[in-house]
């Protein structure tokens, strides 16, 4: 069976249930990526995560609002996410469908949506419909629109496309995986002071 074919397996089951290690990998921009900070920066930090991913959860809520003031606000820096699926269970199914609902809600909306999920991870493993549900409201979607975007399977195709291009392509295989101007990371938890000795050797 195809990845197409699990993920979209996962994602209705439940749904229905209520430092440097010397890799690199593509820094080359592509016309699904997420972005934010300014498109033309020196350096550009690429994180490969899933919104299903704890320790994603945790990068999240932990660092990620100070790297944003510091480095993404101030334009310092482009910034892209880059959706991944990992783990197992509702994990997958978890982080398949916020990603489709991220992209429903909207450019303007995604990042926001995927902060939300990430505050909700644990709630949404529990409950994920009435949890992804909620936040698709809090986007200003109706119930209709949020049924339709997580059973859109030309979608669910585009996702797992993305993720099959990432893993051949890009030799992700684990989140979260942190990419400055190229050069790989070691994949896992980043403190800020780690991502800011990277930044400050790719600006040099």
Known sequence: MGRFRIVVAAVMAALAVAGCNGKTASNAASTDDMTLGDPNAKVTVVEYASVGCPVCAKWDREIWPAFKAKYVDTKKIKFVYREMLVGAGPEVAVAASGF?????????????????????????????????????????????????????????????????????NDHIDSTPTFVVNGKMLTPGFHELADLDAAIAEAAK
């Open 100 to 168: 489709l609902l991220a992209r429903c809600a909207g450019p303007d909306k995604y990042f926001t949506v995927l902060d939300t999920i990430y505050g909700a991870q644990q709630q949404a493993f529990q409950a994920p419909r009435d949890t992804l549900l909620d936040i698709a409201r809090s986007a200003g979607m109706t119930e209709a629109q949020f049924n339709i975007c997580i059973n859109d399977e030309k979608a669910i195709l585009a996702l797992n496309d993305r993720v099959d291009r990432h893993v051949k």
